[in-house]
């Protein structure tokens, strides 16, 4: 049961993104209750996303499954709301560009190796997430005084310039994976 306990909670961050999407929509900049649902839906998951790495070390249930959906879900959780907020709140839409070029990147290398290995999350591309997700939270709170999206605006360009760091070692990453596997696949021959 432990076990599952983990990709249960990555598997209920994806399912909040549509939930957290939809509020931001109806809401439509309004900064009713919608808005608030929808921060309350996101702290939640981006708490999830660290309770579930904690419990799979703690538990030892570390899984090649959370290890690629992990990621996947943090991906769709920050992609989806930063883009109604792009949408919604006039959010300049460039830092928006920069992550899903660096994430679909990351995640189509991930995936082209992931039969020979699993690339985890890096501790760059953990700070990457927890800037993305300090400024997600920062802008989505109702009601606070225009400094306060200033600072969530910088929280968002530092995820940003750690996003085009850890992309460039992501690929490094992947490029050396597939190389060893293809030099592991000739020396078999």
């Not at 939640?44 to 703690?58: F, H, K, N, P, Q």
């Not at 949408?87 to 460039?94: A, F, K, Q």
């Not at 501790?123 to 200033?150: C, E, H, N, Y």
Request: aromatic share 8%.
């Amino acid at each position: 049961m432990t076990g599952t306990v983990p990709n249960a909670l990555t598997a209920l961050r994806l399912i909040v993104v549509p939930i957290a999407v939809v509020l931001l929509v109806v809401d439509d900049g309004a900064e009713g209750p919608a808005r608030w649902w929808a921060f309350v839906l996101v702290a939640l998951a981006a708490a999830t996303d660290w309770l579930d790495g904690y419990l799979a070390r703690r538990w030892e249930v570390v899984s090649a499954f959370g290890k690629l959906a992990d990621p996947i879900a943090d991906k769709a959780l920050v992609l989806g709301v930063l883009a109604c907020l792009v949408v919604v709140d006039g959010i300049p839409w460039w830092p928006l560009a920069i992550l899903l070029v660096r994430e679909v990147g990351v995640t189509i290398g991930r995936l082209a190796v992931a039969s020979e290995v699993v690339i985890p999350a890096s501790r760059g591309g953990k700070i990457k997430t927890t800037l993305q997700l300090t400024a997600l939270l920062m802008f989505l709170v109702p009601g606070f005084p225009s400094w306060f999206d200033t600072i969530a605006w910088w929280v968002l360009v530092a995820a940003a310039v750690v996003a085009i760091v850890t992309g460039i070692d992501y690929a490094r990453t992947i490029r050396d994976a597939a190389r060893a596997h293809r030099e592991g696949v000739a020396g078999a021959r």
